[in-house]
């Protein structure tokens, strides 16, 4: 992190979780693939799909669903458990049980729901009352500049694209995400311009976001130190399709593994420090459907290790009340006691009253 004197004044963060995508994609129709799946339902998602075209996704969906180890049915586990009690299954087969064959390694594996997530959220669209467009309209007002006077900034663990559309309608890929964002594949052009606080910290990667697949695979199985830290040497912005898994193309997202690299790739080090910052320095912070995953270890230390005097409220927003206890658990200390806390219920209300 950089000394306080270098951070930048935040006036209003949200941090943005699968609760808010969700909401923000309701339809009438709650069955509909245009709504973004919580965790708890995204096995059910993947498991539901059936589409011809791509010619892909059906075989990877087959070799997704025939793979599956655990006891526990696929459809009944949330995407995060799932991931992890697979993983667990794999690499205990392959270190202790070797005469069970894996046919895959677990970065195939990751790299087929890598692709197979992107395809879901892909098909995600905003709600017929345009929330998400409303949302950002109010955080980042067309009449004010971005950074003069007092500064909004978002923090975000979703991968889907809903919010980022209407952001960058506005800005370019480069201001909205970070500066070394290039523009498509064989962009060799250096940075122009450096933005030091991006609008959208997305600390899982994005579904717009591409790599190569070596590239991937080297996100998933790197384990070093801090002086071997490792930087991602082509990425680029695409809202195309999304590409088959056999092709040398991936998204550029982090599944929730047990032991996400975060700290290992520069490109992850850097949003995540950047969102410790924002956090440090915000004067008001809005939690938005972000359950707060035990799982997530780096997520409870970025968390809970909150150090923010300039700190006067926080705001939850989460159908579930309970939730509220929880983050106040984690976010009170000494430096922020007397920051008064708001709850909301409903995502949709709350922006609309905005």
Known sequence: MRDPGFRPEIKNLYILGAGASYS?????????????????????????LDYVRPNWIGKVVRRT?????????????????????????MHFFEKINRRRKIRFSSAEYLNDLAHIITFILQKCSDSNDDIYKKFANKVFPSRI?????????????????????????????????FDRLRKNRDSSARRTQIFREPLLLKLHG??????TKEEF????????????????????????SCPSPDDDESPCIVPPIPDKPMTQIRLFEFLWTRACEYLHEAENIIICGYSLPDTDALAMSLFGNLNNTRLKTVTVID????????????????????????YHSDFREYVESL
């Open 217 to 240: 695979e080297k996100i998933i199985d790197h384990r070093s130190n801090n002086e071997d830290r490792y930087w991602i040497n082509n990425i680029w912005y695409s809202d195309k």
């Open 24 to 48: 923000a994609s309701l339809k009438a129709n709650k069955d509909a693939p245009s709504i973004t799946p919580l965790d708890n339902n995204f096995c059910q998602r993947i498991h539901d």
């Open 319 to 342: 159908p579930d009340p309970s939730i509220l206890q929880r983050w106040r658990e984690l976010l009170i200390t000494p430096s922020n006691s007397k920051a008064r806390w708001i």
């Open 145 to 177: 500049p971005i950074d003069d006077g007092e500064m909004s900034r978002i923090i975000t663990f979703n991968y889907d694209d809903l919010l980022d559309k209407h952001l960058l309608n506005r800005y370019s890929p480069e201001r909205v995400y």
């Open 206 to 211: 994005s579904i717009t976001w591409r790599c």
């Open 65 to 89: 669903k025939s793979m599956w180890i655990d006891n526990q049915p696929f459809i009944t586990c949330g995407l995060e458990s799932s991931i992890i009690r697979q993983l667990s299954h």
